[in-house]
Antibody, heavy 122, light 110 residues
Framework: QITLKESGPTLVKPTQTLTLTCTFSGFSLSTSGVGVGWIRQPPGKALEWLAL???????RYSPSLKSRLTITKDTSKNQVVLTMTNMDPVDTATYYCAHRDYYDSGDAFDIWGQGTMVTVSS | QSALTQPRSVSGSPGQSVTISCTGTSSDVGGYNYVSWYQQHPGKAPKLMIYDVSKRPSGVPDRFSGSKSGNTASLTISGLQAEDEADYYCCSYAGSYGGVFGGGTKLTVL
């Protein structure tokens, strides 16, 4: 059974750096075709694709946020970390991590974490 | 990379069919057969309903189907049920840019 869980601060100040951790179980991020992505959703608004890291350490970033995002993986700890610099109130959102397995469900996110709400405020 | 375009809302009566469109460009929807659809109920995480344009994950009812023509993908829900009322999002692979979601569509079952 695949599970993912996001963790990190619930409140950050403007200009600070946000660090979120996705801890997962039930799969290995060293298996060919597997990836973990981050998606966010501001309150009452749409989902926004942020970043994705693949089993081979290839990475993809949203073009509009690329300069502020870094995604890394620690295969031994079953964790993926997303950092976002220079946080602003507009970054207030629920942040989700999600599993991707090309050989199971193509490029789709088939299993999602419960999400973690992050508020940016002074 | 602009968000994919979806209607803000659709509605239908129980038993009817509804179709939600998702329009992108040749750099995303039209360029790859990697469109997925997600259902999201209030306060819940999204759930994958369709992947690779028209494939259904195990456990998703066959009332849900997907298709694509050119730069527009579509999700059709037939035999509408009350529990289908939710927000629906499309998502497309976008090559080196990773992926892009649509703006979401609120489905109301009348």
């Amino acid at each position: 059974q695949i599970t993912l869980k996001e963790s990190g601060p619930t409140l950050v100040k403007p200009t600070q750096t946000l660090t979120l951790t996705c801890t997962f179980s039930g799969f290995s991020l060293s298996t060919s075709g597997v990836g973990v992505g981050w998606i966010r959703q501001p309150p009452g608004k749409a989902l926004e694709w942020l970043a994705l890291i693949y089993w081979d350490d290839d990475k993809r970033y949203s073009p509009s946020l690329k300069s502020r995002l870094t995604i890394t993986k620690d295969t031994s700890k079953n964790q993926v970390v997303l950092t976002m610099t220079n946080m602003d109130p507009v970054d207030t959102a629920t942040y989700y991590c999600a599993h991707r397995d090309y050989y199971d469900s193509g490029d789709a996110f088939d299993i999602w974490g419960q999400g973690t709400m992050v508020t940016v405020s002074s | 990379q602009s968000a994919l375009t979806q209607p803000r809302s659709v509605s239908g009566s129980p038993g009817q069919s509804v179709t939600i469109s998702c329009t992108g460009t040749s750099s995303d929807v039209g360029g790859y057969n990697y469109v997925s659809w997600y259902q999201q109920h209030p306060g819940k995480a999204p759930k994958l309903m369709i992947y690779d344009v028209s494939k259904r994950p195990s456990g998703v009812p066959d009332r849900f189907s997907g298709s694509k023509s050119g730069n527009t993908a579509s999700l059709t829900i037939s035999g509408l049920q009350a529990e289908d009322e939710a927000d629906y999002y499309c998502c497309s692979y976008a090559g080196s840019y990773g992926g892009v979601f649509g703006g979401g569509t609120k489905l109301t079952v009348l």
